[in-house]
């Protein structure tokens, strides 16, 4: 068998050469360039020109910290790396001096990697920071440090180790290793994924298929693109070594098409890598052949579930098949195939690379590893995150996640998007695993969470998502079709206060049928989040239909706004906001609104400035 | 008769279908592929351009419209030269997508799948791009428009033509 050694001793060298010189480097994931990434960068370069300072300008993806987009990393030779957030082209100018000064400019550095230079005084270490201290990077450990278009990065950096090791082994060494590594399905299921590929190794079958599920359609979840976009070759080596463990000769990554970038990383990482002839006939002179096609989504939820997602690259109408038979066993064009999750494939290589001992080290007792979470909403870090399996929800939010913005209290946190729920503040100590989440009523899912405040109504949060799974249910079995739809109409009529006491017995009944009796997960989790929030606040769904008040005081249809005469100094803003003519009152008097007349649009309580518009 | 550009150079919308046709004549699943590539095209899926797919693909035509039907993507319309597509995902959604989305309305003057009478702009709502650290946020073509407020937003269209 051929080595790469060679190679890569090439590239270990002319990756040392280019990190070892002074050099800026900006983040250019979808968040990145959402945030300005390219101007910036488009700024250091003719501003570094125009001065002849001598600085290589490089880009990487997401290192996950969403919060401060544009983050710039800037190195000087034989210093700290020191990484700065909210970096818009107005501050080049004061970064290219601190190289010439090779002085940082501390107040907007966010944390430094020493890199064997002593620190800077008054900067976090990544590792010490309170975003980074409680993560582990392994997946994620080239987001943000990599140049995700370059394989020369990704092979100084450990990749294409692990198939080489893997091409060495008997294929069902390669699957005991996984599964002695406890790895487990990240999509959300949390299937085992050696047990898994062990099914499809025993399937009969011509020819095998491993499949790529890149269709992350979780609101809230964007895990799966961080990696895309940031290490796209570790999932093609993840693919690889599944490929050549299961005897398939075939692999498809199905991606969403809203993931553009994505998208191009991937086919620029399969072009790279068939140059190095590790796609193609023959691997490394192996024998093993082996090539990856990409195939873009069409805009369908249903289609992140796996029958589905098979139909879809049939080109048929991404419905679910009635199961069995498994896709193990029949699956792509009819033939045995392994579907798996983007993180999951990710994880693969270091398995193979630094053994399973090392992998099952991490976690708790049934779940292994470590799992990347996207956290969002209302906390002040939004971002990535990648941490131990059995961390608490409450390490999460508070320590990485910097707590609740604006200072307000935390009600809710909601995991698994529309199949998963709400889990409220009593349970934030719980360790998060398979397990654990499942015992609270929601599920790992692929990684979302999504943090409320007590400005948050939960009858209106789970209105949304019913919303989204009636909107997206493929339609072909009853259950999820109708059910979704009528579990909606009741939620709606709750929220515009014309609920009954009897309503909340009829959800509770139409959740256990939904749960029991539809096709596929979408159908058999859509009542997870209605199931969830009547389970920790039945109170929010009372107060709705009792007292007709939305207690968060969301629900327009509930909400009565007044002027607080103490704060009102009659300056008449509301009164010209009114669209309605509902607000009357003298100049420099107080203002009174009419209910009778009010639309409810809220358009006085967004213009006071001395918030004396009372809604509740 | 519009040029429709490709690698090759500059082809007619016919030629361009004519080729994408024979590239996908013998691919198995090739359905999906060619009604995607098929609307790069002409922008939209006219009827003619469906049922000489299902003639050339030998698939019938209510399975062709059924696929096209199914997906979220694909447009039996014409549509804008720009398609907007504003975040109503959880994260936006709990970060006020709505008042943004509501912005976009009022600002392009059409609701929900409209398009302008100009054919400049399309405005569409998506469940989640997955740039929820940036929410609210939308779309414009393949641009990404992060930590928006509503004021912001008609200034954003006004740099697409």
Request: charge should be neutral; hydrophobic fraction near 35%; glycine fraction near 12%.
């Amino acid at each position: 068998m051929k080595s790469l050694d060679q190679v890569r001793a090439t590239y270990q060298e002319e990756y040392r050469h280019k990190t070892a010189k002074n050099r800026i480097v900006v983040g250019l994931g979808t968040c990145g360039i959402a945030a300005g990434g390219e101007k910036v960068m488009t700024a250091i370069k003719e501003q570094a020109a125009a001065r002849g300072l001598d600085v290589a300008v490089d880009f990487t993806s997401c290192i996950g910290m969403c919060y401060r987009e544009p983050v710039v990393e800037v190195a000087v030779a034989g210093a700290p790396s020191v990484i700065y957030g909210d970096i818009y082209p107005d501050k080049v100018e004061m970064l290219l001096e601190s190289i010439e000064n090779k002085t940082p400019v501390y107040e907007w550095a966010a944390m430094q990697i020493p890199n064997g230079a002593v620190p800077y005084e008054g900067i976090a270490i990544m590792d010490q920071s309170p975003y980074y201290q409680k993560q582990v990077r392994s997946v994620t450990s080239r987001l943000g440090r990599t140049n995700p278009e370059s394989i020369v990065d990704y092979m100084a950096t450990g990749g294409y180790e692990g198939i080489e090791k893997a091409l060495k082994m008997d294929r069902m060494a390669v699957i005991d290793e996984v599964k002695k590594s406890g790895l487990r399905g990240r999509g959300g299921a949390g299937f085992p994924t050696g047990t898994k590929w062990n099914f499809v190794y025993g399937a009969h079958g011509d020819k095998k298929y491993a499949v790529c599920n890149a269709d992350e359609g979780d609101p809230g979840a964007f895990m799966d693109r961080s990696v895309l976009e940031g290490d796209p070759h570790s999932v093609l080596e993840g693919m690889m070594i599944g490929g050549y463990a299961i005897g398939a000769d075939e692999g498809y990554i199905y991606c969403r098409a809203e993931y553009p970038l994505a998208i191009k990383r991937l086919n620029l990482a399969i072009a790279q890598a068939e140059e190095h002839g590790l796609l193609g006939e023959d691997i490394l002179g192996s024998g093993f052949n082996f090539t990856i096609k990409i195939k873009a989504g069409a805009g369908a939820f249903v289609c992140g579930e796996e029958t589905a997602l098979l139909n879809s690259i049939e080109g048929l109408r991404g419905m679910p098949r009635v199961r069995p038979p498994f896709p193990a066993i029949k699956g792509l064009f009819g033939k045995p195939t392994t579907l798996n999750n983007v993180e999951t494939y990710a994880n693969v290589p270091f398995i193979i690379r630094k053994g399973a001992d090392w992998y099952a080290a991490m976690g708790t007792e049934k779940s292994k590893g470590s799992k990347v979470f996207c956290l969002t909403g209302k906390v002040n870090n939004t971002g990535l995150m990648e941490v131990p399996m059995g961390i608490t929800l409450r390490d999460i939010i508070f320590s990485i996640g910097g707590g609740i913005q604006d200072g307000k209290a935390f009600k809710a946190v909601q995991s698994g998007g529309p199949s998963g729920g709400c889990i409220p503040a009593e349970h934030l100590d719980t360790p998060i695993d398979y397990e654990s989440l499942g015992a609270l009523g929601a599920i790992m899912g692929s990684g979302g969470l999504v943090v409320m405040d007590e400005n948050t109504c939960m009858v209106d949060v789970a209105k949304f998502f019913l919303n989204f799974t009636q909107l997206e249910s493929c339609g072909k079995c009853t259950p999820c079709r109708e059910g979704t739809k009528r579990m909606l109409e009741i939620l709606q009529k709750i929220c515009d206060g014309k609920g009954e006491m009897a309503d909340i017995d009829t959800l509770e009944l139409l959740c256990r049928v939904i749960k029991g009796s539809s096709l596929c997960a979408l159908g058999q989790t859509a009542p997870n989040p209605i199931a969830t929030t009547l389970r920790y606040f039945r109170n929010e769904y009372e107060a709705h239909i009792k007292d007709h008040r939305c207690p968060a005081g969301v629900c327009s249809a509930l909400l009565v706004y007044s002027v607080q005469a103490d704060k009102c100094n009659g300056c008449g803003a509301c009164r010209r906001a009114c669209p309605a003519g509902a607000i009357t009152g003298e100049k420099k008097a107080v203002h009174v609104i009419d209910t009778a007349v009010c639309i409810k649009c809220g358009a006085c309580f967004q213009k006071c400035k001395f918030d004396a518009i009372l809604r509740a | 008769m519009t040029a429709y550009k490709c690698e090759s150079g500059d082809l007619t919308r016919e030629e361009a279908l004519a080729q994408l046709l024979d590239q996908y004549r013998d691919y198995q699943g090739g359905l999906i592929p060619v009604l995607q590539e098929a609307q790069n095209i002409y922008g939209y899926l006219p009827r003619e351009v469906l049922q000489q797919i299902a003639g050339e693909l030998r698939i019938p035509f209510s399975k062709v419209f059924g696929v096209c039907t199914f997906y979220a993507q694909f447009h039996l319309k014409p549509r804008g030269r720009n398609i907007v597509r504003v975040c109503l995902g959880t994260a936006c959604h709990v970060r006020g997508g709505a008042r943004i989305f509501e912005a976009a309305q009022e600002s392009l003057g059409v609701g929900q799948g409209g398009t302008t009478e100009d054919l400049r702009f399309t405005l569409e709502t998506v469940a989640c791009i997955g740039a929820c650290g940036l929410s609210p946020c939308m779309m414009v073509n393949d641009e990404t428009h992060g930590r928006l407020v509503p004021k912001r937003v008609g200034g954003i269209f006004e740099s697409y033509q």
